[in-house]
């Protein structure tokens, strides 16, 4: 059953690669095992993290390298990620507005994602969409992270090569790429560059480029029209020459030691918090708290009991209704 | 990462240009908790359901005012029908007279939504639908 799906996806199934990123998303415990034997069918391609402020034209920029890379005759992969509203849990996911022309191109796989709470820029279900989509044969995968402020920095640790975008006019134009997120580009986009104010960001950038950057590749600032794909090509160049630095350096497989460890922790806190839940669902925690709060012990105590006590029951593949004390 | 969300693709076939109605719908939508896919005007159904398939779509909404709904609606349940795809509810909106409405329903539109509708209907509409 499991091997009737990868199979169907390494065959090019875009109904199978869509319908397991569902379960990805909404049941993990049964994409599990599908994923373990998909994984034999991934690491061929290369991942592109397109990140910046909202509205700065991620999608657009998206849409105009896709239709390059389809000249060149590779395959793409979009992953398309939105912010799930933290009060409702809905989302708007719009960014396929952007990309209309490339929805017929069977080259082409887009999906549209949203955080559903997921903190970092991407969704937790982004990581096993690489390789989805990877083992559905697409040669670039293309991740448009959600608009960033400032923390939203996890696509460092999924893409090869990270273009970050900016755009002219946004008030204080360099608080905006300021601290965390400006050590994650390996490539400085001005786009919108047809507005006042790009000359001025351009050179702030370059300045502070000039003081931070302390690697062997300093990060080209380009500037773009993505509406009027002015750039675009001149971008590939650059997302081209990154790649071999990346693989010449050695630094493509050292991200790619970065991402396995990054995917480790997000599964173990993920499988974690799983457990966890059972506990509080087999009403054991009350048991707990009714004794902390009887001061028939301390919380300190309790929670080093509990853990040795859960991770014995994980190794055991269950977790029992009591507590040996 | 756990637990199930309606999905909709709210589209606009063809080259009618209100998109209010389209607009106010897949806000509910997503206030309602509904994660809600916006492709823009002027779809051809063929992008409707190629859409629909890579999104893994629980819903297509269609939405059309301009009278072309009589040949654009039917055109997209064929598309699904080639495609074997039957776990897909599609319903409609916009400017749709009552009398088109059985014709539409006869090919598969399960609900149709014409204007002065409470967005809540559409919600309550698509929870039952959707299970
Ligand atoms: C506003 C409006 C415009 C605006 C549109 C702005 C915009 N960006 O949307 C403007 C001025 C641009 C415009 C232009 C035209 N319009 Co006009 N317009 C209207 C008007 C007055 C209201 C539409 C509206 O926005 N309603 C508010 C929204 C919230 O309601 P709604 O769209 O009906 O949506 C509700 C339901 O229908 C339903 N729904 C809608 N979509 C969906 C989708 C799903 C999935 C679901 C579940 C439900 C659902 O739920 C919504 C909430 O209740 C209608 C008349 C009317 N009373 O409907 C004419 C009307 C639609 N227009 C009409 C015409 C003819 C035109 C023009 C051709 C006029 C011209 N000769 O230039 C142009 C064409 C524009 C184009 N490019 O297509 C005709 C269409 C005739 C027909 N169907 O045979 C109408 C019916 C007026 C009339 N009585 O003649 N129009
Ligand atoms: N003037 C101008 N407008 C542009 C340019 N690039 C994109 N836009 C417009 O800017 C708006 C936002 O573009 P998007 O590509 O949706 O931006 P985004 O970063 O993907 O936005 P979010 O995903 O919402 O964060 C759209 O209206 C685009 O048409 C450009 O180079 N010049
Ligand atoms: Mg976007």
Request: net charge negative; charged share 30%.
């Amino acid at each position: 059953m499991e091997m009737e799906i990868v199979e169907k996806i390494t065959n090019g199934d875009r109904r199978a690669a869509a319908k397991l990123i569902t379960l990805v998303e909404n049941n993990f415990n049964q994409a599990r095992e599908i994923l373990k034997k998909l994984y034999n069918y991934t690491g061929n391609a290369l991942v592109i993290g397109i990140t910046g402020p909202p509205g700065s034209g991620k999608s657009t920029v998206t849409d105009k390298i896709t239709k390059i890379l389809r000249e060149q005759g590779k395959t793409v992969g979009i992953i398309a990620i939105d912010p799930t509203s933290p009060f409702t849990g809905g989302a708007l996911l719009g960014d396929r507005i952007r990309m209309q022309d490339l929805s017929l191109d069977k080259g082409v796989f887009i999906r549209s994602m949203s955080t559903r709470g997921h903190l970092g820029g991407l969704s937790q279900a982004t990581q096993a969409t690489v390789k989805i989509l990877d083992a559905l044969g697409k040669d670039i995968i293309i991740i448009e992270t959600v608009g960033v402020g400032q923390s939203e920095v996890d696509i460092v640790k999924v893409a090869d090569t990270v273009v970050l975008i900016s755009m002219p006019g946004m008030g204080d134009d360099v608080q905006i790429i300021k601290a965390g997120i400006m050590e994650i580009g390996d490539i400085f986009v001005i786009n919108k560059a047809d507005k006042e104010g790009c000359e001025r960001l351009t050179t702030e950038v370059e300045m502070m480029l000039d003081l931070n950057h302390n690697s062997r590749w300093r990060p080209p600032v380009l500037k773009t029209i993505a509406t009027d794909n002015v750039g675009i090509k001149k971008l590939l160049e650059e997302i081209d020459r990154h790649i071999k630095y990346l693989k010449e350096s050695g630094e493509l497989e050292q991200r790619r030691r970065e991402s396995a460890k990054k995917e480790i922790f997000d599964l173990i806190q993920g499988q974690w918090k799983e457990i966890l839940s059972t506990f509080v669902d087999n009403g054991f925690l009350n048991k707990i708290v009714n004794k902390i709060v009887k001061r028939e012990e301390d919380p300190y105590t309790a929670v080093e009991k509990l853990s040795s006590v859960l991770v014995h029951s994980y190794t055991q593949g269950d977790i029992k209704n009591d507590r040996k004390d | 990462m756990e637990g199930k969300k309606i999905r909709v693709l709210i589209a606009k076939p063809g080259l009618d240009g209100h998109d209010r109605g389209a607009k106010v719908v897949a806000r509910a939508l997503r206030d309602a908790g509904m994660e809600v896919i916006y492709t823009g005007l002027r779809q051809t159904p063929e992008q409707i359901v190629e859409t629909a398939i890579q999104e893994d779509v629980d819903v297509i909404g269609l939405s059309i005012l301009s009278g072309a709904h009589t040949h654009l609606f039917p055109k997209v349940m064929e598309l699904l029908k080639e495609n074997n795809i039957e776990d897909i509810v599609v319903i409609g909106g916009g400017v749709i007279p009552e009398e088109d409405i059985p014709e539409l329903k006869k090919v598969g539109i399960e609900g149709i939504f014409t204007p002065g509708t409470d967005t809540h209907d559409i919600i309550k509409f698509i929870r039952e639908k959707v299970k």
